[in-house]
């Protein structure tokens, strides 16, 4: 089997559904049970879920990848293919696991695990579908998509919220966006209607055995503690199309401000601009005639709503929207998180803090800063970390547990406003606490011969820091900060044209 042949090939289908839905927004392909079950589809797919971390999690009937591996591979996707063209094929029900929820004790998160057998299968579907819907996504919708992040979304809602014009005294006093909808759905994952989901997948895609296998896969159930649960509405966490699905749903949110967010046919003939520029004109027309705008950015199931127009305007919104969810999608906004809030407030949004900050030399400027609990969580978890009943581990393993965490938090919030600074400050506190824990490892040791047991730096000599041999002290405040650029955002491999570098 030629693995390069095989990408190839699924890249080449992938490209072909990305340039004819571009094309043809408003049409829907008839033809793709063919793909699905071609060898070399299932062959992808098999290979994107046997090289996850979660390939050793079974599902109801205990098979894992490397169980599968050793019957033989060829043999379980030959007999997989078998089962989908005669029509044999029936999705089964997922295992669901409660997985805690991070910073709430006692909260758990539902999640289902689909047999390998079901991913593959989902995996291919979804190959299928996510270059269809992907050229139809919006550019204010950033969760769980090829190329974006949390970081994209923060960086597009500081860019729109930078006041534009100067007044007299040359400062910024005046905001384009002085309120804010938070936006928080109760249960979204668990609660997403079947036939609006199924309504917008029918609208791109014809074929009746696809949109029946994802209806299956939608109505498969879940199996908790031996007990069967029917899913008459949601897609359940931990399937591999489910995270797509959803976003089919919920794209519904930014369509509602299409005025203001992108025009998906120009209004007139004459217009050279595209959507994007044209819902921008839009919007700085209705601002300076005094009309309310909104400005949605979502990620997945969070998302906010910018509005131009006083609290009122706001609250009405909220409420409105609130029965457009309800009766588009059966979806509800929770009343005690989904609030109004005044930009000079400030409000949170995927973990960062967004606010306007006031400069008495430039005016108005949006921030986006780190929490403070944020950091106090770090310090927490690192002090759980450091506690005496872990001393009987050496400096070296409980440096390779402390630094990954440390890393991905680093990462995480490179490109906030005085990260520099909170870095600094974290790193302080966690040599001190690695300190606190080698005494209780080495009572006897004074504390001049532990301080000095500190080693010089593998990557800059000049500076000690606890070591144990290669490994080493990972400090924050060596990462690099700075502000993310949209430009960093990756494009999807179909989404690039044969002409195209790196094609």
Partial sequence: MDHWADEAWVLGVQRKLYQWSKANSEDAWRDMWGWVTDLRMLRHAWRRVASNRGGRTAGIDGMTVGRIRQKGENRFLEGLQAELRSGAYRPSPARR???????????????????????????????????????????????????????????????????????????????????????????????????HLMDRLRQRVADRRVTRLVG??????????EQFLRTEVGTPQGGIISPLLANIALSAIEERYERWTYHRTKTQARRKSNGVKAAKSARDTDRIAGRCVFLPVRYADDFVVLVSGTREDAIAEKSALAEYLHRTMGLELSPEKTKVTAMTEGFEFLGFRFGMHWDRRYGYGPRVEIPKAKAANLRRKVKQLTKRHSISVSLGDKLREINPIL??????????????????????????????WLRKKRPKAGVRELWGSKQPSGLCPTRRLWRDGPVE???????????????????????????????
């Fill in 407 to 436: 890393r991905g938090w680093a990462n995480y919030y490179r490109y906030c406003v005085g990260a520099g600074r909170v870095f600094i400050n974290l790193d302080w506190y966690i040599g001190l606490r690695l300190y606190c």
């Fill in 216 to 225: 299956q896969f939608l109505k498969a159930g879940v199996l908790s503690e």
């Fill in 97 to 195: 696991k409660l997985i805690p929820k991070a910073g709430k004790p006692g909260q758990f998160r539902p999640l289902g695990i689909p047999t390998i057998k079901d991913r593959v299968v989902q995996g291919a579907v979804k190959t299928l579908l996510e270059p269809i819907f992907e050229a139809q996504f919006w550019h204010v919708s950033y969760g769980f998509r090829p190329g974006r992040s949390t970081h994209g979304a923060l960086e597009y809602i500081r860019r729109a919220a930078l006041p534009q014009k100067r007044d007299k005294d040359r400062r910024r006093s005046r905001m384009p966006y002085p309120w804010v909808i938070e936006g928080d759905i109760k249960g979204c994952f668990d609660n997403i209607n079947h036939h």
């Fill in 473 to 503: 002290q990972y400090l924050l405040g060596w990462t690099p900060v700075g502000r993310y650029r949209l430009a960093w955002m990756g494009t999807p491999d179909f989404a690039m044209s044969s002409g195209e570098p790196d094609a």
